[in-house]
Each structure stands twice: as C-alpha cells, then as structure tokens.
C-alpha cells in the first residue's frame, strides 16, 4: 500500500510563501506523475501541478509563475514551493501520484492565505 504524507501547510499572509513536501512511502520513480491538487470549501477537488518521472512539469494557469514542482529521488519526496499566495489558494492540498492507471493521494494539508 502506497502512502503519501504531505506536510508544510499553515496560515500565512497574502503576499507570502508556503513550501509544501510530500514523502511517499515508495521510489518515487516507480509512478509516471506526482502532483499536487487543492480543494477549497464548496468547490471541486482541482489540478495545481504535476512532475513527469523525467522531470517535466505543467502547472494549472491560475498557479503559473507563481509555485515551482520539484522533486528529491533520493528522499522519495516531490515538493510545491508557493509563492505570492492569494486568498484564493486556501484550499487543503493534496499529493497524488499515478502509476499507470491508478493514482494515490495523501491525506492533505491545509494551507490558509490571510487578506
């Protein structure tokens, strides 16, 4: 059984940067995408970013230029570095990786952006 542990979330200021990490319980090569997703209070659960195993990555608009996907092979774990946060980025976010048909998630992390 694959397990995903996020961490990182917490209440910050508009304007200001969070770094979200994401430890999976396996090599983190064995599955083809690893990437972040949010759901904020009445809304659907929504794409933010993925990192191919090669190391490419696509980014959802509304995050573009702003949060950076990475990943560390040797300590299983893929990252999602925020900055400038908006109000707008509340949302608990999730880690999800897939491995050709099937995708894990974490449990979340809640982050919260202050006006």
């Known amino acids: 059984q694959v397990q995903l542990v996020e961490s990182g979330g917490g209440l910050v200021q508009a304007g200001g940067s969070l770094r979200l990490s994401c430890v999976a319980s396996e090599n983190i090569f064995s599955f083809n995408f690893m990437g972040w997703y949010r759901q904020a209070p009445g809304r659907q659960r929504e794409f933010v970013a993925f990192i191919r195993s090669g190391g490419t990555t696509n980014y959802a608009d509304s995050v573009k230029g702003r949060f950076t996907i990475s990943r560390d092979n040797a300590k299983n774990t893929v990252y999602l570095e925020m900055n400038s946060l908006n109000p707008d980025d509340t949302a608990v976010y999730y880690c999800?990786?897939?491995?050709?048909?099937?995708?894990?998630w974490g449990q979340g992390t809640q982050v919260t952006v202050s006006s």
């Open positions: 999800a990786a897939t491995r050709v048909a099937y995708t894990y």
